[in-house]
């Protein structure tokens, strides 16, 4: 695992499990949809200020890593 994936942790305490930042309460999802809806890495330290851009990074390596998975879609009946 990259020092960078390292910063994202799972606890099923924490966000309901879902992949965080460090343990804080802002979801690898939350950061995602900023850079997605355009925010820049500034505007969204600026947001979170307990934040590093190390772990903005962080949040796109991880997704990248989830991406690089095989899927098979399969119909329910």
């Not at 925010?39 to 934040?51: G, H, N, V």
């Amino acid at each position: 695992m990259s020092e960078l994936i390292s910063r994202i942790t799972i606890d099923p305490n924490i966000c309901n499990g879902k992949p965080t930042i460090r343990g804080k309460r802002i979801t690898v999802q939350s950061i995602l949809e900023f850079l997605a809806a355009g925010d820049s890495t500034e505007d969204i330290l600026y947001q979170f200020p307990s934040l590093a851009p190390e772990d903005i990074k962080a949040c796109l390596e991880f997704a990248s890593k989830l991406m690089s998975n095989s899927f098979t879609v399969k119909s329910v009946a």
